[in-house]
């Protein structure tokens, strides 16, 4: 892609400022330029260069903020959210710092000796549409504070939002330590593959990240980091507090319309409660209404694209499961066209019914939940670990003694 205009997801006869795509290698000329002016300064000097980013960014929170919502269809509620955390993470990575990249003395030592962390040089930071500040920041930041140099690619679909995050981190930092390529696909493999780039973070769907790891197997050189997809799942036990377990997963599967990779969605419940829980889960989930992503009171906001709105429309015409709440495409909300849509569900009845189908096994990316009816823990158990997705649960039941043991056998990094 060369250039293109967004619009936005929640009134398309918004339309954004034309984004051009950038060249990568005056970018990656630039971030060597830099690298080793940057990596000579000392630690605390690069944290005060980042404190004047910190409050830069403080002072732009809620432009920000609105520009996620607009370009993206985030909830305002949400942007504000991820521009907290945006913030926060300033402070907790500078605490870290503090901690891991300090020279050390070795007192057990055999001869007299120092231990220094060196900075690799440039790294590539691909991010994502649906944390599109704070997810790539989260990379960025560790390694600015450690003496790389970075150069940010964000996802076209928040390309303006992005030029703005970058122009503020930029401005407070020398020429080439931080560095904004825009583009699609084709620029972020070439940031990827480039031999000057020495570590990759890249957050995206599975098969970019497959592109990626492909791209570079052959370079032992780089480092890289890829956050994936999800499949992640609710767990309803037996003794659950149902109240709970159907009003925090109905706000899980809803946050940014579905479309993040912990997502819930599915929902792996207990037979012996299933009738109650599908009547309390299914009024939690109907206060989810399409709304415009602007006004701050909204929890459901519109999908970022006509791609994820056809992705969604497509899943919920498939025959698969028991649809308890088939979902639709509204033709506009409060006068608003978009990309909005309604939450759907579907019902399992068994994990071998629910082993067949794409939409209980694979990553939907919109607000469509997947409750699947088993017998007991250890077909939850089952059923949990039947996806290759291992990234978030959640356990509902009253037993610590029970939760403990699902954490000790789910096969997810966060329960």
């Known amino acids: 892609m060369d250039c293109w205009r967004n619009k936005s ?20 000329t630039a971030a060597k330029t830099a690298a080793v002016a940057w990596a000579r300064r000392s630690l605390d000097e690069r944290i005060e260069s980042l404190r004047a980013c910190r409050q830069a960014i403080e002072e732009a929170k809620g432009e920000l903020a609105m520009s ?17 955390a945006v913030i926060a993470k300033f402070d907790f990575t500078f ?18 000796s120092r231990v220094r962390r060196r900075a690799r040089g440039p790294a590539a930071v691909i991010g994502p549409f649906n944390f599109p500040i704070h997810l790539p920041h989260g990379q960025i930041l560790p390694h600015l504070v450690a003496g790389n140099t970075v150069i940010f690619k964000p996802s076209p ?50 098969p970019a990240g497959k592109a990626i790891a492909r791209g570079i197997a052959g370079d032992l050189s780089k480092d890289a980091a890829l956050e994936l997809g999800g499949k992640c799942a609710a767990i309803v036990c037996g003794d ?16 940014t319309a579905g479309q993040r990779c912990n997502a819930t969605s599915r929902i792996i419940v207990d037979g012996a409660v299933s009738s109650a829980f599908f009547e309390k889960f ?9 709304g415009d992503p602007t006004v701050e009171s909204t929890r459901l906001g519109p999908v970022v694209s006509q791609a994820s709105a056809d992705r969604y ?24 066209v978009g990309y909005y849509v309604e939450p759907a569900v579907v019902m399992f009845a068994s994990r071998a019914q629910a082993a067949r189908s794409p939409l ?18 250890e077909q939850i158990l089952e059923t949990h670990n039947d996806t290759p997705f291992g990234l978030t649960a959640s356990v509902f039941t009253k037993s610590r003694e029970g939760f403990e043991g699902f954490a000790d056998r789910l096969e997810g990094g966060n329960v």
């Open 240 to 255: 659950a507090d149902l109240d709970r377990a159907a009003s925090a997963s109905a706000e899980a599967a809803c946050l």
């Open 68 to 84: 996620i919502a607009v370009e993206t269809g985030k909830p305002l509620r949400e942007c504000a959210g991820e521009l907290a």
């Open 360 to 377: 209980a096994c694979e990553e939907v990316f919109a607000p469509i939940v997947s409750i699947i009816v088993v017998d007991g823990d």
């Open 157 to 206: 679909l928040a390309a303006n939002v992005c030029a703005k995050y970058a122009g503020i981190m930029a401005n407070h930092l020398p020429a080439g330590v931080f560095s904004l390529v825009q583009g699609g696909a084709a620029e972020a493999q070439a940031l990827c593959v480039h031999p000057a780039v020495r570590s990759i973070g890249f957050t995206g769907s599975v």
């Open 313 to 336: 429309a497509r899943a919920v015409e498939s025959a698969d499961g028991t649809w308890l709440k088939r979902g639709h495409i509204p033709a506009s909300v409060n006068g608003k």
């Open 95 to 112: 605490a870290d710092a503090q901690r891991y990249l300090r020279d050390e003395v070795p007192t057990d030592a055999p001869h007299p």
């Open 9 to 28: 997801p929640g009134d398309l006869s918004i339309e954004l400022p034309e984004v051009r795509a950038t060249p990568v290698e005056p970018a990656i």
């Open 282 to 290: 299914l009024a939690a989930i109907h206060a989810f209404v399409p």
